[in-house]
């Protein structure tokens, strides 16, 4: 057997025709399988459509395929074509769309470290359709502490001393599709530390339990899962060496956050996408919501602003995953953090902008909610995102002598040059002041305070975001995303303003001149007269989404 890479594999993907085809399948799903009327009555009454998820799994509509390389059965689909599906299939429902993702990352430790036999065997069993995947990783006591897990797997040998097998004993919580899954990649501590195994339904001493009573995401499954003398052949240790289970799972963290900001933004909009006709039907004192700019300001454009954002931020990461040798685990993690909780406040104003009739079921707007909650929770919650940004991003900025960040000011220095209605400056301005600010908490031994690691994430999610944002304006170059660009930018000047002064003056034991001297170098009126205008442009885009006459 030969062992492959651990990187998930690079190429193109497919191309736009094709990715298409798969979109309108998804599209066709909603109308056939996945229907409105289906998708409430799941939630209701918290099944999982175990028939419906495996015919999407069967040869007549194949979706697995999407994420499946070629040399096994599948279409080779790279992050772009599986971040816009995925974000298609969120928007029908999102729990849905969890069992989907599920075997997609159930299958992910088989595509990064799996030999050519167990791919052969395992991905083609996933091609075929015969098989649901679960990924089992997570347990009740360690999280997302992937390094504190409990599952052992112990070596069985022969005479010899040839091992032949693994004896497995553990458990496993929150397990998406563990309670249906014909075979699960289980994370386990061997002698030479973590490693993936694949256990198949049915093998003695593994149990598959009931499925938890959720808050959201009642059409997917999550069930614990329990190991007890579980025996597996030595083939089913995922490559040939143990001990590198920990290094496939962080190296496909870009890539599996990622996904899970891809199923927010998909949720997000769907939430919009009920709220802005409902606000066009409603009359409210002689006038349609629509029309009065105080409501569509505050609970629609905002948000609306936030996912165009978010969108251009995943497609940026997803084409440098198609193209690029490097994991960008921080991405995925600013990614995921940025748009889910964007997605949940997207939804939670939703809600609001249909009164009474937000919270009631048939309108859908409150499935959404609920369901949404989740992204900020699953695959590392947004705290555990705000850690990995701010320390690597820290130690980033630090090594380079503050060239990361400079870059971002100066490749918007150049974008302002070519197109002046994007926002750019006011991005670079955000930059440099983030550098400053990260030398000041660095030097003043801030760092030790998570809530100033905090604060910097947020600093440094929204300038990155916002730098995809300013990039995609000025090569489209439309009114109406040069406006959404001048929104977002705004936005993020505001939030560096507050944050770099909570920073600065949140601690007491700092020299106040030195403070003061901080505070003046940020130029923060700058940052702030980036609000210049800001009411004009929602107005504008208020005008767009809404087809008001401006």
Sequence with gaps: MTETGTHRPQ????????????????????????????????????????????????????????????????????????????????????????????????????????????????????????????????????????????????????????????????????????????????????????????????????????????????????????????????????????????????????????????????????????????????????????????????????????????????EAIARRLDTEDDDLQVEGSIAKLFTTESANRAADDAMQALGGYGYITEFGVEKIKRDVKITCIYEGTSEIQQNIISTFRWKKTRKSKGAYYETIATDMDKCHGDCDQAGCQTIAACARALNRTIDFAHVNRLTRHQQVMFALSEMMTYVEVGHAMGLRAASQADDITLATARVFASTCARLVAEKSRLIAWGSQGIDTAAVDDFVQSLDLTVLEGSVRGVIDDMDRIADHIFERAS
Excluded at 14 to 38: F, G, I, W
Excluded at 209 to 238: C, Q, Y
Excluded at 272 to 287: D, K, M, T, W
């Design 11 to 314: 190429g193109g993907g497919l191309d736009e025709e094709t990715r298409q085809m798969v979109v309108d399948t998804v599209h066709q799903l909603s109308q056939r399988l996945l229907t409105k009327q289906a998708v409430l009555e799941w939630d209701r009454d918290e099944i999982f459509p175990e028939e419906a998820v495996r015919e999407m799994l069967s040869p007549d509509v194949g979706l697995q395929l999407l994420f499946i390389p070629e040399a096994y059965g599948g279409m080779g689909g790279g992050a772009m074509d599986c971040c816009v599906v995925t974000r298609e299939m969120s928007k029908i429902c999102l729990g849905v769309g969890t069992a989907f993702f599920a075997i997609q990352l159930g299958s992910d430790p088989i595509i990064v470290g799996g030999t050519e036999a167990q791919k052969e065997k395992w991905l083609g069993a996933v091609a075929e359709g015969q098989s649901l995947v679960a990924y089992a990783v997570t347990e009740p006591e360690a999280g997302s502490n992937l390094a504190s897990l409990k599952t052992k797997a112990e070596p069985i040998t022969d005479d010899a001393g040839t091992i032949t097998g693994y004896k497995i004993n553990g458990s496993k919580q929150f397990i998406s599709t563990g309670g249906y899954a014909d075979f699960v990649t289980v994370l386990a501590h061997t002698p030479e530390g973590p490693t993936f195994f694949v256990v198949e339904k049915g093998t003695e001493g593994f149990k598959q339990h009931k499925g938890e009573e959720k808050h959201g995401i009642r059409a997917s499954n999550t069930s614990p899962l329990t190991f007890s003398d579980v025996v597996v052949p030595v083939e089913n240790m995922i490559g040939e060496t143990p001990g590198k289970g920990l290094k496939q799972a962080n190296q496909v963290f870009g890539y599996t956050r990622l996904m899970v900001a891809a199923m927010a933004l998909g949720a997000g909009e769907a939430a919009l996408e009920i709220a802005i006709p409902y606000a066009n039907e409603r009359v409210q004192f002689g006038s349609p919501l629509s029309e009065k700019k105080g409501y569509t300001n505050k609970l629609i454009v905002p948000h609306w602003v936030n996912m165009k954002a978010a969108a251009a931020y995943i």
